[in-house]
C-alpha cells in the first residue's frame, strides 16, 4: 500500500462527494429491517438500539477502510479506469485467491440481504393487517 496515493485526498474536489454519499446512503437504508423484526427480539428496548448502532458503525468502518486500502493500494486513476477496483486491490495483496474469496463474500452478503428482505417484508405485511392498514383485511383471516 503506498500512501502517496492518498494525496492529494480530494483529487476533482469536493464535487463528487455528494453523489458518491448518496449512493452509498441507500445501502444503509437495508438497516431499517432490524426495526421490522423487532417483535423477534429479546429485550427489544435494550437490544434494537445496540443492534442498530453497533451494525452501522461495523459497516461505516468497514467502508472506509475498504476505501482506505483501495486508495492506498491503486493510483487515482487506475481506480477510476478498472471494472472492479475492490477485486484489483485483492488480487494485489492475495492474488487470485483474493479475488475469489471477495467475489465469495459479494455473493453471501447478496443472499444475506435477500434472506433480510424476505423475512422483514413478511413481518410488515402481518404488522399492517394487525393494526388494520389493509382494506378488507380482518385479524380473523390471519393465521397467527
Do not use: H
Not at 37 to 62: H, M, W
Not at 94 to 112: D, R
Amino acid at each position: 500500500m503506498d500512501t502517496g496515493n492518498l494525496i492529494p485526498f480530494f483529487p476533482q474536489g469536493a464535487g463528487p462527494i455528494l453523489p458518491t454519499t448518496a449512493l452509498i446512503f441507500v445501502s444503509f437504508l437495508g438497516f431499517v429491517k432490524i426495526a421490522a423484526v423487532a417483535e423477534e427480539i429479546r429485550d427489544p428496548e435494550r437490544n434494537l438500539p445496540r443492534a442498530l448502532i453497533g451494525s452501522v458503525a461495523l459497516v461505516t468502518g468497514l467502508y472506509v477502510v475498504i476505501l482506505l486500502v483501495i486508495a492506498g493500494t491503486l493510483s487515482q486513476g487506475a481506480i477510476a479506469e478498472v471494472r472492479d477496483p475492490l477485486a484489483t486491490a485483492a488480487r494485489s495483496f492475495f492474488g487470485e485467491a483474493g479475488v475469489v474469496v471477495i467475489v465469495f463474500a459479494g455473493l453471501l452478503a447478496t443472499l444475506s440481504s435477500a434472506n433480510a428482505s424476505i423475512l422483514a417484508a413478511s413481518r410488515i405485511n402481518l404488522a399492517m393487517a394487525r393494526d388494520r392498514l389493509v382494506p378488507g383485511c380482518s385479524l380473523r383471516s390471519i393465521p397467527v
